[in-house]
């Protein structure tokens, strides 16, 4: 695919500037480009983009293992882990239209040969992350015990609790180093960037390993341990990004950053720089960044307020089961849902920035042939994603990588069972959000993520008040079950709702 830019100035030139990059599997309207073709596009962008996506889940991810492991079957660390990250990822994800929304507006325009457009984008988007992320640690440090109890903290006993309140103050400090990462990784996806972030991932996840070593390991300092980690490897993550976007530290693929080839540069010899911008843009500017970014984000909090709430019903308990369990077992399950979604949403960061770049250039035959693609990879993915889980499930190495506690581990297995099978339909509605939010859907996104939720919140309520034996044989009699029997329905609605569109005739993609 032969990828063009323009001048800075978003006119076209005839000084040769418009230069093609060294990627010519197929040019972007020639009809005989076929399947295979944008296959290797899309894995080519999906590969790499994995290793952004993944960096804050996978550190998580570590910090929870190694918590887990090091507890001696205290089940209040993990409880207590696991009702500030639940309130931390609510808190982080609803801000996610800085990558979201920004990645399809900076392609769209680079695409157009409208350099300018894409760099000013680029600079609102980091100014705007910036700006959050400050306001956001304010608000988690000021009001942290409220929000806490909202969480069940309460529920989970005092010592949860403290473990609670020391990993959300130290976590707290981290909002504006994972914004500017994920406006970051907006900005370097909208230049068909993915392959940058793998080189990031290597340096975080290395501090963040060899930090959670001395400090929890070593120095048992528990969930404040495993919260330093994070926080400062998120930190340098952010500061990498940013040199790279000035143009002080080489990209991997060279399309920004200080080692750019001439030929994508703005005039032939200067490399693009991206800064945050310390000027009040004019609201035409900004109108486009912000529209999109207020649908994503009322499409965020909605989903994350049902994620925030599924943590706090698991923290209540049901039955048999203690608080402290249900909510360590919720913590460890939802952080390998989480990582296997990443994987999945590489592959819909992929299409969203090749819908993008093909519409910009009003391409209907590829946008349509990289949607179809993309769903047939995700199916593959998600089935191989299921075989996987399956494998570690049976051998008992998932359980035993996370805890030694049986009652965790109990609470666990079934709740592992319904992540295995989810992991099909999962898949499918990251590459439906990836097509949509590529063709800039996101209000129609945000309507029905509304109506997804209503759903799921009244499938909970019917399987947690049901009196029906043969319904609690099937579908289990605990709280924490029905938790995760709702999220199925979730993105069950979810994918309905996204392929409704997605073939509809009158709509962009017209699959």
Same mark, same amino acid.
């Given at each position: 695919?032969?990828?063009?830019?323009?001048?800075?100035?978003?006119?076209?030139?005839?000084?040769?500037?418009?230069?093609?990059?060294?990627?010519?599997?197929?040019?972007?309207?020639?009809?005989?480009? $076929?399947?295979?073709?944008? =296959?290797?596009? %899309?894995?080519?962008?999906?590969?790499? !983009?994995? /290793?952004?996506?993944?960096?804050?889940?996978?550190? $998580?991810?570590?910090?929870?293992?190694?918590?887990?492991?090091?507890?001696?079957?205290?089940?209040?660390?993990? /409880?207590?882990?696991?009702? +500030?990250?639940?309130?931390?990822?609510? @808190?982080?994800?609803?801000?996610?239209?800085?990558?979201?929304?920004?990645?399809?507006?900076?392609?769209?325009?680079?695409?157009?040969?409208?350099?300018?457009?894409?760099?000013?984008?680029?600079?609102?988007?980091? @100014?705007?992350?910036?700006?959050?992320?400050?306001?956001?640690?304010? &608000?988690?440090? !000021?009001?942290?015990?409220?929000?806490?109890?909202?969480?069940?903290? @309460?529920?989970?006993?005092?010592?949860?609790?403290?473990?609670?309140?020391?990993?959300?103050?130290?976590?707290?400090?981290?909002?504006?180093?994972?914004?500017?990462?994920?406006? !970051?990784?907006? %900005?370097?996806?909208?230049?068909?960037?993915?392959?940058?972030?793998? +080189?990031?991932?290597? #340096?975080?996840?290395?501090?963040?390993?060899?930090?959670?070593?001395?400090?929890?390991?070593?120095?048992?300092?528990?969930?404040?341990?495993?919260?330093?980690?994070?926080?400062?490897?998120?930190?340098?993550?952010?500061?990498?990004?940013?040199?790279?976007?000035?143009?002080?530290?080489?990209?991997?693929?060279?399309?920004?950053?200080?080692?750019?080839?001439?030929?994508?540069?703005?005039?032939?010899?200067?490399?693009?720089?991206?800064?945050?911008?310390?000027?009040?843009? *004019?609201? $035409?500017?900004?109108?486009?960044?912000?529209?999109?970014?207020?649908?994503?984000?009322?499409?965020?909090?909605?989903?994350?307020?049902?994620?925030?709430?599924?943590?706090?019903?698991? #923290?209540?308990?049901?039955?048999?089961?203690? @608080?402290?369990?249900?909510? #360590? /077992?919720?913590? %460890?399950?939802?952080?390998?849902?989480?990582?296997?979604?990443?994987?999945?949403?590489?592959?819909?960061? +992929?299409?969203?920035?090749?819908?993008?770049?093909?519409?910009?250039?009003?391409?209907?035959? /590829?946008?349509?042939?990289?949607?179809?693609?993309?769903?047939?990879?995700?199916?593959?993915?998600?089935?191989?994603?299921?075989?996987?889980?399956?494998? =570690?499930?049976?051998?008992?190495?998932?359980?035993?990588?996370?805890?030694?506690?049986?009652?965790? *581990?109990?609470?666990?297995?079934?709740?592992?069972?319904?992540?295995?099978?989810?992991?099909?339909?999962?898949?499918? &509605?990251? +590459?439906?959000?990836?097509?949509?939010?590529?063709?800039?859907?996101?209000?129609?996104?945000?309507?029905?993520?509304?109506?997804?939720?209503?759903?799921?919140?009244?499938?909970?309520?019917?399987?947690?008040?049901?009196?029906?034996?043969?319904?609690? $044989?099937?579908?289990?009699?605990?709280?924490?079950?029905?938790?995760?029997?709702?999220?199925?329905?979730?993105?069950?609605?979810?994918?309905?709702?996204?392929? %409704?569109?997605?073939?509809?005739?009158?709509?962009?993609?017209?699959?």
């Amino acid at each position: 695919m032969k990828l063009y830019y323009g001048s800075l100035n978003g006119n076209d030139s005839d000084n040769g500037s418009d230069v093609p990059l060294e990627h010519d599997d197929c040019k972007v309207k020639e009809p005989s480009c $076929t399947n295979e073709d944008y =296959g290797k596009d %899309i894995l080519s962008l999906a590969i790499p !983009a994995l /290793a952004g996506l993944a960096i804050d889940p996978l550190m $998580t991810l570590v910090d929870t293992a190694f918590v887990g492991r090091c507890a001696n079957e205290d089940s209040a660390q993990l /409880a207590g882990m696991g009702s +500030a990250a639940a309130l931390l990822t609510f @808190s982080f994800y609803i801000f996610n239209f800085l990558c979201t929304a920004t990645t399809p507006l900076v392609s769209q325009a680079r695409a157009k040969m409208d350099e300018y457009k894409a760099v000013m984008v680029g600079g609102q988007a980091l @100014s705007l992350a910036g700006l959050l992320g400050v306001t956001l640690t304010g &608000v988690l440090i !000021a009001f942290h015990e409220p929000l806490l109890q909202i969480m069940g903290t @309460s529920y989970t006993g005092e010592e949860a609790n403290s473990y609670a309140t020391s990993f959300l103050l130290v976590r707290a400090f981290s909002a504006p180093a994972i914004f500017v990462c994920s406006a !970051a990784t907006g %900005i370097l996806r909208g230049y068909l960037d993915t392959k940058t972030a793998i +080189a990031v991932l290597a #340096a975080a996840n290395t501090i963040n390993l060899s930090l959670d070593v001395i400090l929890i390991t070593g120095l048992r300092m528990g969930p404040a341990g495993a919260a330093i980690a994070t926080t400062t490897a998120e930190w340098m993550s952010a500061i990498l990004y940013l040199l790279i976007l000035g143009g002080k530290l080489p990209s991997i693929d060279g399309y920004l950053g200080s080692n750019q080839k001439p030929e994508i540069s703005s005039n032939g010899q200067d490399i693009i720089r991206i800064f945050p911008t310390v000027n009040i843009p *004019q609201w $035409t500017e900004m109108k486009p960044l912000v529209v999109a970014s207020s649908s994503v984000f009322l499409r965020t909090v909605v989903l994350q307020l049902f994620l925030s709430g599924a943590a706090s019903l698991a #923290a209540r308990g049901y039955g048999d089961e203690s @608080s402290a369990s249900s909510v #360590a /077992a919720h913590q %460890i399950a939802i952080q390998l849902w989480l990582l296997c979604s990443f994987a999945c949403d590489a592959l819909a960061a +992929a299409s969203q920035t090749l819908v993008a770049d093909s519409l910009g250039k009003d391409d209907e035959v /590829a946008t349509r042939k990289i949607s179809g693609t993309v769903f047939t990879y995700s199916l593959s993915l998600g089935i191989l994603l299921s075989i996987t889980l399956v494998g =570690g499930t049976m051998s008992g190495a998932l359980l035993d990588a996370f805890t030694n506690d049986p009652s965790i *581990q109990a609470a666990l297995q079934p709740i592992l069972y319904l992540i295995i099978l989810a992991q099909p339909i999962n898949s499918l &509605v990251f +590459a439906a959000d990836g097509v949509l939010q590529g063709a800039s859907e996101f209000t129609y996104q945000a309507k029905t993520m509304w109506i997804s939720v209503g759903i799921a919140i009244l499938s909970f309520f019917m399987l947690q008040y049901n009196n029906i034996s043969q319904m609690q $044989t099937l579908f289990g009699n605990n709280t924490l079950e029905h938790v995760w029997e709702s999220i199925i329905v979730l993105q069950l609605c979810r994918g309905i709702t996204s392929y %409704i569109k997605i073939i509809d005739k009158r709509g962009p993609i017209k699959l």
